[in-house]
């Protein structure tokens, strides 16, 4: 994930952290330890415990007293069923948030858009990950739903998860676009165009993620 300049130790292992989970670096399934995690991160104890504490909230990590601990598994369905229960969530966000967005979100919203651009140009997976990333708390700070929000960023975690697992070569430019689609109609201030922007982006996931059912 991108460098954030100030940013917190135990913001910046979770974002080491769930970038190892995200790419299978940390393979669904396996066994690990804190002090394996504390080595793979090279920080202190207390961020690092925290990051794990947040992976475990958003079910990437099981903590079990004396066993250690375990990366969430993955099976070909999971992904489904995490793009319908985004399909539930986003559009409410997307639609609140272009109501909403201001001077700062819509700088950030450009900032995310050349970073998007960027990772497309390049074909570089993480980088959109880190964009993609970004540009989704860019949109949860905006919107006045933030229970929606809240329940939503550990489902795109796990989205990408799959998607990093089970891609059908879907190409980063048919997603960056997408997402490119949705900035515009959240500068624009446009709800029903962000709403539809953001499910066109989920229908082309969920056609994925039906394929991989056949794997």
Same mark, same amino acid.
């Given at each position: !994930?991108?460098? =954030? ?10 974002? !080491?952290?769930?970038?190892? =989970? ?15 995690? =504390?080595?793979? $991160?090279? !920080? ?18 099981? $903590? ?27 559009? $409410? ?20 858009? !050349? ?46 998860? &799959? ?5 059908? *070569? ?5 997603? &960056? ?37 056949? *794997?």
């Amino acid at each position: !994930m991108a460098e =954030i300049v100030d940013e917190p130790e135990a913001a910046r292992a979770y974002r !080491m952290l769930s970038r190892m =989970i995200v790419t299978l670096e940390l393979p669904p399934g396996s066994e690990t330890s804190e002090g394996r995690l =504390i080595h793979l $991160v090279r !920080m202190g104890r207390t961020p690092v415990r925290e990051a794990i504490q947040r992976l475990a909230w958003e079910g990437l990590v099981a $903590v079990r007293p004396r066993a250690g601990l375990s990366i969430a598994p993955l099976a070909p369905g999971d992904w489904l069923r995490i793009v319908e229960a985004r399909c539930a969530l986003e559009p $409410v966000i997307t639609r609140s948030a272009a109501r909403f967005i201001n001077g700062e979100n819509a700088r950030n919203l450009h900032a995310a858009a !050349m970073a998007l651009r960027k990772a497309m140009i390049g074909d570089n997976l993480i980088a959109f990950f880190a964009a993609e990333l970004d540009l989704q708390q860019i949109v949860a700070a905006a919107t006045d739903n933030p229970f929606a929000a809240r329940a939503n960023l550990p489902l795109q975690i796990h989205s990408r998860r &799959c998607w990093f697992r089970y891609q059908r *070569d879907i190409g980063l430019a048919a997603i &960056c676009n997408r997402h490119l689609a949705t900035i515009r109609a959240l500068l624009d201030g446009d709800p029903a165009g962000a709403e539809q922007a953001s499910l066109k982006l989920l229908s082309l996931l969920a056609r994925h993620a039906e394929a991989a059912l056949g *794997d």
